[in-house]
């Protein structure tokens, strides 16, 4: 009998994987430690073409695989070798009665089930099909008897495992054993997940269950003292900054890095026209769209604001050509990150090898933003003390607006105004933002009051102000904000309304020959 937390040695194993990475060699590992083979269809029939001995697990149990595959390991031999604990004798006379023999090692790499649901063109036969039974089943067996049982769950654990095994002469500790229960309850909880939230994607179901998988842990978080890590969901090929791939930089992404460098992305990624966004703190200090010349986009987006984008994020809705990679890189500029779509010919080499700061400068590519539907449905998380919020991304361009002053906005204000009404949304409340000439000349974020909002804009904006048109994410509650924005040279406003004080509000507008138009719809982020 095996005392409960010594070292077990692996005997007998069971390999059934759909992912057949480093199977072979794992498996010879296995058989040179003299140690039986037991595995399944593809499994035994890959380890069998490369000359490796190996048990039908149907040998054992005495009934076939049935039903295309659907049931083949879900059978007492196969259960009570991995559950029965080999410290509790009536358990071992269970087993021998029934002629249970032990399985100290499983490996089950699950059916491809996020995969497929990911795939173009994928039925709901096939997303079904790859729901797997007998794995997870087995998984739990071996996870829950992990004081006697070894469970290995994906191709990297096999690594592992030689490892351990190598330390301890064919042997598992307690410690590996447990460590990999824990990975294998999270793998088969996250696969129930994803069935779960493909079977009722409810957005807000009565209970939430949410499989992510780390991406780093950060050297920190958003300070030293405090410690940070990454995850994503599974790839829905929307970009994203949590599955996104370095392309060059020293260093590594900080948790800070994240949050603006996903701020930055949230600007562009669903903007019709080429546009460059510039973040700091998660407030765009800079932003430009042009009709078809990105680094026309980059040049204004960076004037925005020059002082607040040194050290700062930069992310484009487009590849980054060489011309624009040789404007960026410029020493009077410093990046600390930048997301893109796209590195074309040598513009990585570019900014990486032109400055000081390139070297250090993460660029990140991520998936294409051409033809991206923003009304995808996903679902926005925040963290609240014990709990989350969770609701509809602010993704709707359906942009319909009233005209409440006597004077429409020119053409000119027309398209400055929809480009504000683009760029307030990803402002921190209250945000006020000024555009001019298809860019952000200013930007009040974040303040108590909405006329202080719009003081700030108008002290970053400057002489930039005169002639451009202001966005509020909120109706402005009284007229001092709007006559603020008068006194700074906005000649249009586009807001909400819907205060009690609108009258006041447009009244302001028409005494100075401002244009104001509402929207119905508010742009708040908290």
Known sequence: MTETGSAVPVRRALLSAWRKDG???????LVQRGVELLSTGGTARALREAGIPVTDVSEVTGFPEMMGGRVKTLHPKVHGGLLFRRDDPGHVADAEKSGIGPIDLVYVDLYPFEDTLSKP????????????????????SAAKNHAHVVVLVDPQDLDLASTELAAHEGSTTLTFRRGQAARAFQRTAAYDAAITGYLAPERFPERMVLALGR???????????????????????EAAVSHARLIS?????????????????????????????????????????????????????????????????????????????????????????????GYEGDAAKIIASSVKW???????????MAGVDPASGVSEYRSISGGLLVQGRDDSRDLETDVATQRAPSD????NLRFAWEICRYVVSNAIVFVK??????????????????????????ERAHGAVMASDAFFPFADGVEAAHEAGITAVIQPGGSRRDADVIGACEKVGMAMVFTGRRHFRH
């Open 215 to 237: 991406v780093q842990v950060t050297r920190y978080g958003e300070n030293p003292h405090q410690e940070g890590a990454v995850y994503a969901f599974a790839d829905s090929g």
């Open 23 to 29: 199977l072979v060699e794992f498996g010879a590992s």
């Open 437 to 462: 000439d298809q860019s952000l000349s200013g930007v009040g974020a974040g303040q108590m009051s909405r006329v202080d909002s719009v003081e700030l804009a108008a002290r970053k904006a400057g």
């Open 121 to 140: 063109g994928a039925t709901d036969a096939d997303v079904v099909e790859m729901i797997d039974i007998g794995g997870p089943a087995m998984i739990r």
């Open 358 to 368: 390139g070297r250090n400068c993460r660029l990140l590519q991520v998936a294409s």
């Open 412 to 415: 000119e204000e027309a398209a």
């Open 249 to 341: 930089g020293a260093k590594e992404l900080s948790y800070n890095n994240y949050l603006d460098a996903s701020a930055a992305l949230d600007v562009v990624r669903f903007l019709e026209h080429p546009a460059a966004s510039v973040i700091k703190h998660r407030n765009p200090c800079g932003a430009a769209w042009h009709e078809s010349d990105l680094a026309s986009a980059f040049e204004r987006a960076h004037a925005g604001d020059p002082l607040s984008a040194f050290g700062g994020i930069l992310a484009f809705n487009r590849p980054i050509t060489e011309e624009l990679a040789r404007a960026i890189a410029d020493p009077k500029k410093f990046i600390e990150v930048i997301v893109a779509p």
